[in-house]
């Protein structure tokens, strides 16, 4: 499996939080696992206060929510799929 840099952690999260509602940290790493994505839910936690410190999402009574500069920024990041781990095939 491959390793994903923390600014990966990050730019997932932010993909996440962009097809989410206001959600929590357990949610968005449910989200992670369905897209294949090798995300725990102590990084993603890790990710959304860093980008809660970076002013690129916010923390709300229900969650974490993308805050202005998120959305303004998020079209320049990869997009979920360039994150995703292929599965080995074949074999059983």
Do not use: W
Request: proline residues 7%; positive net charge.
């Amino acid at each position: 499996m491959p390793t994903l840099k923390p600014v990966d952690h990050q730019n997932i999260v932010l993909r996440l939080l962009a097809r989410s509602l206001t959600c929590d940290a357990q949610h968005l790493a449910a989200l992670a696992h369905a897209y294949n994505l090798p995300v725990s839910l102590h990084q993603v936690r890790v990710a959304c206060d860093e980008l809660c410190a970076q002013r690129f999402a916010v923390r709300t009574n229900g969650g974490y929510r993308l805050a202005p500069r998120g959305q303004r920024e998020l079209p320049a990041l990869p997009l979920l799929e360039s994150y995703c781990v292929a599965e080995a095939g074949g074999a059983a």
